[in-house]
């Protein structure tokens, strides 16, 4: 009899499935973002497919990619040695759930960091708060909206605000300060060329304190 799945077998058996070659596009929050910003060292939290990992990279910034799928790692690391930008990604397999990476960053990034396991994810996103250089930047984007290509379809899943995600990382507000909190819609394209109107929580906060 097969037990029932763990966070990391579930996340493996997704990302083996995906269908491999490119990354596909970056989140464009993500692209946004980083545009505005010199180019630095990024963290990249749940790297899935690679898009935001190698648009970074292919755009000067140091990447460290991150995700609980090795599959997803791999193929990171694949692909950037495809493009010839291996030197500028690094790739690491944590469960958020238990490690962190080490490092101080000038931008990481949070996309979608949803799970149907359990994680705290107010803990995991601290975290990333403390890894900020001076004047560093962390980016968290939620769904506002299920898309009909979602692997969580419940329609009693909650999506937190941007106000709640901040007000939940209770940070000191002389040491880090909220750069960005909106809902934006946006057209989006799923598997197949499905589109869909969504809706993104988005948070941007900075750091400003020295580090220890």
Same mark, same amino acid.
Request: charged share 25%; hydrophobic share 35%; glycine share 10%.
């Given at each position: 009899?097969?037990?029932?799945?763990?966070?990391?077998?579930?996340?493996?058996?997704?990302?083996?499935?995906?269908?491999?070659?490119?990354?596909?596009?970056?989140?464009?929050?993500?692209?946004?973002?980083?545009?505005?910003?010199?180019?630095?060292?990024?963290?990249?939290?749940?790297?899935?497919?690679?898009?935001?990992?190698?648009?970074?990279? *292919?755009?000067?910034?140091?990447?460290?990619?991150?995700?609980?799928?090795?599959?997803?790692?791999? *193929?990171?690391?694949?692909?950037?040695?495809?493009?010839?930008?291996?030197?500028?990604?690094?790739?690491?397999?944590?469960?958020?759930?238990?490690?962190?990476?080490?490092?101080?960053?000038?931008?990481?990034?949070?996309?979608?960091?949803?799970?149907?396991?359990?994680?705290?994810?107010? *803990?995991?996103?601290?975290?990333?708060?403390?890894?900020?250089?001076?004047?560093?930047?962390?980016?968290?984007?939620?769904?506002?909206?299920?898309?009909?290509?979602?692997?969580?379809?419940?329609?009693?899943?909650?999506?937190?605000?941007?106000?709640?995600?901040?007000?939940?990382?209770?940070?000191?507000?002389?040491?880090?300060?909220?750069?960005?909190?909106?809902?934006?819609?946006?057209?989006?394209?799923?598997?197949?060329?499905?589109?869909?109107?969504?809706?993104?929580?988005?948070?941007?906060?900075?750091?400003?304190?020295?580090?220890?």
């Amino acid at each position: 009899m097969t037990g029932a799945p763990t966070a990391e077998s579930f996340w493996e058996q997704h990302h083996r499935a995906r269908r491999r070659g490119s990354a596909g596009h970056p989140n464009p929050v993500l692209e946004e973002t980083a545009r505005t910003l010199p180019p630095g060292e990024a963290l990249d939290l749940g790297c899935g497919a690679g898009g935001d990992t190698i648009w970074l990279a *292919r755009h000067g910034w140091q990447v460290t990619a991150v995700d609980i799928s090795n599959a997803a790692v791999e *193929r990171v690391r694949a692909l950037s040695r495809r493009l010839g930008i291996d030197e500028r990604v690094t790739g690491e397999q944590h469960d958020l759930a238990r490690s962190f990476p080490d490092g101080q960053f000038d931008l990481i990034s949070a996309q979608y960091l949803h799970t149907p396991f359990a994680l705290d994810r107010t *803990r995991v996103l601290r975290s990333a708060a403390y890894a900020l250089r001076p004047g560093g930047h962390l980016l968290i984007v939620d769904h506002g909206s299920t898309a009909p290509w979602s692997w969580n379809r419940d329609a009693d899943t909650h999506h937190p605000s941007p106000g709640k995600t901040a007000a939940g990382l209770a940070l000191d507000p002389a040491r880090w300060s909220v750069v960005r909190a909106d809902m934006p819609h946006r057209r989006a394209t799923g598997p197949g060329g499905r589109t869909a109107t969504v809706t993104d929580n988005v948070l941007l906060i900075q750091r400003h304190d020295r580090t220890s």
